[in-house]
């Protein structure tokens, strides 16, 4: 194969974020855009539309990601998939477990290649910890915490990159925690049973804004997710928060500069000036590219993507019962 032809759906906050990514890998050419906006789109590619079955029907691209809000999403990978063109598509992946479950029933059908833009597990800290576990540093895994901070979510006008995020009646657990359980699960497989509490503190906003998750793995780790968006990390950094893995011989902690530490022990150190966090989107990008070329499957397919979505939705019947909830992983 040549350079590869691709449009995108979606030239918002974080697409435009994607797009930067694009513009740097040398065998993609983003051909062209579609936005409601059509002055967005018109900034994002040579080609703009406003109407995404027009740009697939007129320029028939090798493939198409998707930056839309999850309302979106079904609809934009059926026009894809009905063309025969693969999609990346960001999360949340759909508004219901219900229409997740369709989107993935219906991928499959199709036999298109569709990935989940899912890029904190790409985040190269979380990579490294990775290794490291495999590589036996700390032993056996035990435990694990991750603390989600950003200072966004206060004041009459939170959210500023993306207000939309104001009336959304599910808000943490679905737009953010879901990159850390779904990191999670990268580094210690599936979710058994879990537990969920959340509160709104701001009353500019109609979702929740807190919450902590008390997770246990198929494997027997287990871990907490605790998250907010009312004040930044310290050291300041990408990571949007801190995190440890504890294990029977040893203790991974990152910093919320990526810094990686054994103990006391630096390990490593991740440069954090290009792209997002870490260049995360763009080693996502680059792996749904890499997996197109060589017809290999994607890590984070949307079946496999259902096992993270499920849990959010688990989240959600726990605060809504007051109890804890076993999973079965979507399948």
């Known amino acids: 194969m040549g350079k590869l032809r691709g449009a995108i759906a979606g ?23 579609c936005d409601p906006a059509l002055e967005r789109a018109q900034a994002a590619a040579a080609r703009a539309y406003t109407d995404a079955a027009a740009m697939l029907d007129r320029e028939r691209p090798d493939f198409l990601d998707i930056a839309t809000r ?19 598509v960001q999360k949340p992946l759909a508004e219901t477990m219900e229409q997740g479950r369709e989107l993935a029933d219906f991928v499959e059908a199709s036999g298109v290649p569709v990935m989940v833009h899912e890029n904190w597990r790409w985040q190269p800290w979380y990579r490294e910890v990775k290794r490291r576990m495999e ?3 700390i032993g056996q895994p035990l435990t694990y915490t991750f603390r989600i901070r950003q200072r966004d979510g206060l004041g ?13 009646p599910r808000l943490l657990l679905y737009e953010t925690l879901i990159h850390p359980i779904d990191t999670a699960r990268f580094l210690f497989g599936d979710i058994a049973r879990l537990q969920a509490f959340a509160k709104r503190h701001n009353p500019s906003i109609a979702g929740e804004d807190r919450a902590v998750v008390l997770l246990e793995h198929a494997n027997t780790a287990d871990g907490v997710i605790d998250g907010s968006r009312y004040t930044n990390a310290e050291p300041a950094g990408p990571a949007m928060g801190d995190s440890i893995f504890e294990g029977t011989e040893g203790v991974l902690r990152v910093l919320a ?11 490593t150190r991740h440069d954090t ?4 966090k870490g260049d995360s ?4 990008q680059r792996h749904f590219i890499d997996c197109l070329r060589a017809r290999a499957p994607f890590e984070t397919g949307v079946r496999e993507y259902l096992g993270s979505f499920a849990a959010v939705e688990g989240a959600y019947r726990s605060i809504a019962e007051g109890r804890v909830i076993s999973l079965r992983q979507a399948d």
Not at 156 to 168: I, L, T
Not at 281 to 284: D, E, K, L, M, Y
Request: glycine share 10%; aromatic share 12%.
């Open 11 to 33: 030239c918002g906050f974080f697409g435009n974020i994607q797009i930067e990514a694009w513009r740097r890998m040398p065998d993609v050419d983003l051909i062209a855009a």
């Open 70 to 88: 999850p309302d979106t999403h079904l609809a934009l990978v059926r026009l894809a998939a009905e063309r025969g063109i693969p999609a990346i």
């Open 135 to 137: 590589g036996g540093d």
């Open 156 to 168: 009459d006008n939170p959210y500023p990159n993306q207000p939309y995020f104001r009336q959304m």
């Open 257 to 267: 500069n990526g810094e990686v530490y054994r103990g006391a022990t630096l390990l």
């Open 273 to 276: 000036s290009t792209g997002y």
């Open 281 to 284: 989107v763009f080693a996502t």
